[in-house]
Structure formats: structure tokens, C-alpha cells
């Protein structure tokens, strides 16, 4: 089924003027909290989803070469489940940068690349490592002008602190942050708020197709295996959908005021921030609406998926 068809399910026709091309690039089986997102992203009328990108997680995995691969399977599985079938996704690079410079090649990057020298600008909802977006600046740097980085991660604002998302590839995230690129940053403080309870999405995503199970089955199950009573995220009945903030960005009004703009700090080898008044500006929120976030996934989730 194309996902114009599903899209009609949910009955909503947003003026031409308003639509947005995206990329969406994650690493879809790292944690629970992607899939949501990469379905927010597909049932957003106002998204023009060129296609999605699968990221490694290797910090995590011990680098074992394999957490890509994974992610793209995730992808994949979450498209058949979502009976999404004529959104490409594409394999990334399988590890992170050997140094700030490095051009590996990869489907995925080869992908940005033709997508980012179409006209107008490009927004890729970062959602994991950063290593296929630097890949892709350091092979096409004239690429960078022409993006948006919805990037979600980095730890809170003054220090920062080793936060998942940079430590999968840090060098990645300073070639990201030298370049001409914009930026929209939610740290660690921002995205943490999209938190939601198990209960919670089994009354309201449990019911949603086939989809909307997995979704719930996918995360208890994740529960069950991330748990660690000193990891201050989890309460053990609880997750962080942080990834949708890539969603809720583009989803706000403009005039909120719930963002600021900073010079793009300096990543130090602890994954600590260094203030830098030489840095690029960029655009650092300081909170999301939570509500409407989490109101928006349900209710696209039950318009497209409940029969």
C-alpha cells in the first residue's frame, strides 16, 4: 500500500506551502522509542518522507558491526507491520568516523546527498548517531547549506554531559557542528519530557493494527531488558518517547518562544560542552509541548490504524 493511501485515512490536507522534505535517519532497534517516531514522521501529512536511513549503535553493541544492519531490519519491519510499502529506506555507515573527516560510503549517505542538491532545504530528524549526516558534509560539503539538522541529542545545557547519542560518534557531531548546516537542537533536559507510561500507550497505541501492537509489545519487552533501578530515566512502568521531538519541532508554532539561539559549543573528549563565542549559532530548545506531541502520534495512529 503507498502511504499516500494511509495518509487519506487520517483525512487531514495541509497547504501545499506548508510541507516539509525530510530524511528521517535512526537507529531503529538501539532502545523502543524509534519506532514511535518513525511512525509519527510517516503519519504526518506535512512531511514529504524522502526516506529513512538506518544508523549504527556501536558504542553500545561493543562494535560489533552489526548494529546497522539491525536498524535496517528494524526499519523494515516497522514499514511491513505499518503496510507502508513505497518509502526507500536505506542502510548507512556501519561504524563510527575514523576521524572528523572521514567520507565512508554508503547507500544512505549517497541517498542524502542526491536528496540535498535537490532544490529547497532538506530536514533530517537525527535520531541516533550522527555519522551518516557528517559522512554525507565530508563527501558534498555543498550539501551543508542546504540542511536543517533536527538533532536529538546532546546532554543538558551549560556543561552537557556523556550523553547516548553524542557518544555513538562524537567526531561525527563536531563535523556536524563546523559546518554550514543548521541546526535544531533538543538535549537530553528537552527530549526527557516526552515521557509516557506503559499503561498509558496500551490504551492508547495497543489497539492501533498491527503496528500499534508491536509498538506496545516492542517496549515491554525492551522494559524488561533495559531495566536497571540506577539508570534515573526509567521508573520501571515508564519510557521517553524522545525521539518524536523531531516531529514536535516542526509541529509548533513559531511563536512560542521555547527555544533560544547559542553558539555551538565545543564537544570535549569528556562529551562535556566547552562554551565557544566563535561557534556557528544555532537553534538550542528549551522545552516541548508534550501534549500536543503525544495527542498528535495517538490520534494519527487511531485514524489510520483502528478500523
Known sequence: MKRSDILKRIGITPPPASRIRLIVNTDAKNEADDQFAIM?????????????????FEQKTGHTGTSMEASYREIEKVLTLAEIEDVPFFRGCVSPLRSPGDTPESEGTAFLISQARQPGKLYIA???????VAAAINAAPD?????????NGGGPYPKGRPEFNVMQDPDAVRTVLASNAEIWQTDQSVYCTLEVTLAELKSRVGSCGKIGRYLVEQLEAENQIEYNPNFLLRSGENWVLGDNTTAAVLLMN???G????????????????????????IRVYDSIDVRMTLEDLYAKLSLAYVR
Open 126 to 132: 537525527v535520531q541516533g548517531a550522527m555519522t551518516n
Open 40 to 56: 509519527h514522521h510517516l503519519l504526518t501529512p506535512m512531511f514529504d518522507v524522502c526516506g529513512i536511513i538506518a544508523t549504527h
Open 254 to 256: 513559531r511563536l512560542r
Open 258 to 281: 521555547n527555544w533560544h539561539v547559542d553558539h555551538a559549543p565545543i564537544i570535549k573528549e569528556d562529551l562535556t560542552y566547552q562554551a565557544n563565542p566563535n561557534g556557528k549559532l
Open 143 to 151: 550539501i551543508a547549506a542546504n540542511l536543517v539538522i533536527l538533532w
